[in-house]
Nanobody, 122 residues
């Protein structure tokens, strides 16, 4: 399985970015997909997850109402729309493919992408 994340960059606080993660090598539409992030000196933390069909989404409290996860199974791609960005959102963002159709946290991620850097300036 290959997961290629893109869309990161430098943005001012209050701005927006959209991350994309293209998947290959495994039936994309059969598994939940998610985003996690890791800030310097901190552990990787859960951001959002979407079920195999897109019918269920779960967000970390810290991003709820600002971030939106979505997926396009025809394009084997998962997205993370990030609005109202804050400096504390600065991190490397990783997409992951889960081992099942549904997930609720950052656990049970089976495959990871390489990460994309998001930096939010104050």
């Amino acid at each position: 399985v290959q997961l290629q994340a893109s869309g990161g960059g430098l943005v001012q606080a209050g701005g927006s970015l959209r991350l994309s993660c293209a998947a290959s090598g495994r039936t994309f539409s059969s598994y939940a997909m998610g985003w996690l992030r890791q800030a310097p000196g901190k552990e990787r933390e859960f951001v959002a997850v979407i079920s195999w069909s897109g019918g269920m989404t779960v967000y970390a409290d810290s991003v709820k109402g600002r971030f939106t996860i979505s997926r396009d199974n025809a394009k084997n791609t998962v997205y993370l729309q990030m609005n109202s960005l804050k400096p504390e959102d600065t991190a490397v963002y990783y997409c992951g493919q889960y081992s099942g159709k549904y997930a609720y946290t950052g656990e049970s991620v089976r495959y990871w992408g390489q990460g994309t850097q998001v930096t939010v300036s104050s």
